[in-house]
């Protein structure tokens, strides 16, 4: 075999392992827990429990904040807080219109199990909020690949046209999940949801 064959059976080995240690890397991170009610071509309702959060709010669209927004949640994660902790990072990565001002989002980390308000150190930043959400219900559909906005609005035009079809009430502010970090190649998974009512 020649020099070039061996050079491209080395990349070659060197991808695929590359790509199962991603894979291996993403698997092993603490997901937010949710339990499935109802599954339909393209979407699925999901029943999310009270969790805690960490969040930030900053001026634009949720692709745009993604390295401002990231870099103040990781600094609190990683220490920047009132006991030097580090929390383990989870997924997914949460991005949502801001409630007081929708031109801006907000982008939010899940915080590991167990972890309750009184349990958590303060964070150091006066960006950075802490609070818990309450039991909600969602619609999501699933997508790959690189997400930018205008990925994430046509995913959501498809969900928002597979609820209105199924007659189901939604709140239309589209929620963003991303479940993997940024140097990962393949196996992505992102999420967009709606906030539905719980079925009586």
Excluded: H
């Amino acid at each position: 075999m020649n020099r070039k064959k061996m050079l491209l059976l080395s990349i070659a080995v060197l991808s695929v392992i590359f790509l199962f240690w991603n894979l291996r890397l993403s698997a092993g991170t603490e997901q937010q827990p949710y339990r499935v009610l109802d599954k339909a071509d393209g979407y699925e309702i999901r029943l999310y429990p009270p969790a805690m959060f960490a969040s930030v709010t900053k001026s634009g669209q949720m692709m745009d904040i993604g390295s401002d927004g990231f870099r103040e949640l990781a600094g609190y994660i990683f220490g920047g807080n009132s006991s030097g902790e580090k929390i383990a990072m989870t997924a997914p990565v949460v991005f949502s219109p801001a409630k007081e001002n929708e031109a801006s989002t907000e982008m939010r980390f899940v915080m590991p199990a167990g972890y309750t308000a009184e349990a958590l150190p303060a964070p150091r930043s006066k960006q950075v909020q802490l609070w818990e959400s309450d039991t909600v219900f969602m619609a999501v559909r699933r997508f790959g690949g690189f997400a930018s906005n205008k990925d994430i609005e046509r995913e959501a035009d498809e969900l928002r046209a597979c609820l209105r079809k199924a007659g189901i009430a939604f709140e239309d502010k589209v929620v963003f999940m991303a479940y993997n970090p940024p140097y990962q190649l393949a196996g992505r998974r992102n999420e967009v949801a709606f906030v539905v009512q719980p079925s009586q």
